[in-house]
């Protein structure tokens, strides 16, 4: 089986903690290469990555904090890292994150370039850190030339890997990896899958991060309405696919965005078998 990545978010209440426990204890029969937590914006949210983080690799997993921008001031993030450290991660997902709505400024950092560049300036090589890639253009870049040079600065500051915002088109990806491969970079490019279980849902995401859904998939989804068994049975087919098209072209391994459920993923892994 191809190496496969899980990405949580950290849980909060009670209930999320418990939903967590659940999805881990029922996707760690799949052996991960690793698992990565976000990092929301925002102070209230600064001890929960680590939280959740040291839990994780207490079950046995390697186990990624995200770190963005967002996370404050050089000095926070400095003391994060050796955190970080401290508890035994070896492998960091680097991002600027996004302002929620409302705030105007976050911290010293505007680009995850520089965050990289700090990263590596603080602590060597100790992490291997990868970034974010957007193979249909992060949605506030000018143009696609533009982001992808940007994509290019950032692995040139020090990242090892890229994880791609997930997209339902696998061409876009191929002609992304064709692109930095042409700027003379040889690093692992990752599809983010995002597993389709509830349809109005992932079209709200999708708006928001720039991700097209085809058409022949937004019109049998519509046409399912509540039939929720056919749309989670269409989804998790569909994405399969769409791993299997990845894979057969030459992606290095599968990030899943779990949302912190298993089923979702575990039916995606299951149709791709
Ligand atoms: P950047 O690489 O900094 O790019 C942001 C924009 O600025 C792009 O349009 C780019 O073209 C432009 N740009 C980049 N560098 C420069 C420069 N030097 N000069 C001028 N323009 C520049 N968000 C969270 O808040 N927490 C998370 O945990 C989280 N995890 C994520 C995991 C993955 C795998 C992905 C794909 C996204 C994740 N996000 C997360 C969302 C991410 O923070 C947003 O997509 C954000 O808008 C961009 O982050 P970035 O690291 O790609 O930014």
């Known amino acids: 089986m191809v190496p496969i990545s899980f990405e949580f978010y950290p849980p909060k209440t009670p209930e999320q903690h418990a939903q967590l426990d659940k999805t881990v204890a029922r996707l760690k029969a799949h052996a991960p290469e690793y698992v990565s937590v976000t990092f929301g914006a925002g102070g209230s949210t600064l001890s929960h990555t680590p939280e959740t983080i040291q839990k994780l690799r207490a079950g046995g997993f390697d186990a990624a904090p995200h770190i963005t921008c967002m996370g404050g001031s050089r000095e926070e993030i400095r003391g994060l890292l050796k955190l970080y450290r401290a508890l035994g991660a070896r492998r960091l997902v680097a991002l600027r994150g996004d302002l929620p709505s409302g705030m105007v400024s976050a911290g010293e ?163 791709l078998r």
Request: glycine content about 6%; aromatic content about 12%.
């Open 109 to 271: 950092f505007r680009y995850a370039d520089e965050l990289v560049r700090f990263v590596r300036e603080e602590t060597g090589d100790h992490f291997h850190i990868e970034v974010a890639a957007y193979p249909e253009m992060h949605p506030q870049a000018r143009d696609a030339q533009v982001d992808l040079r940007n994509f290019v600065g950032k692995v040139r500051a020090g990242a090892d890997g890229a994880i791609t915002q997930y997209f339902y088109n696998a061409d876009a990806y191929f002609r992304f990896v064709d692109d930095v491969r042409r700027q003379g970079l040889d690093i692992p490019i990752v599809p983010g899958i995002m597993p389709i279980a509830n349809f109005s849902q992932i079209r709200r995401f999708s708006e928001l991060c720039g991700a097209e859904i085809p058409r022949w998939i937004a019109q049998r989804m519509q046409a399912f309405g509540d039939d929720t068994e056919s749309v989670r049975a269409f989804g998790a087919e569909v994405v399969a696919q769409l791993c299997r098209r990845l894979l057969d072209g030459g992606a290095p391994s599968l990030h899943f965005y779990t949302l912190n459920l298993s089923k979702p993923t575990l039916n995606v892994l299951a149709n």
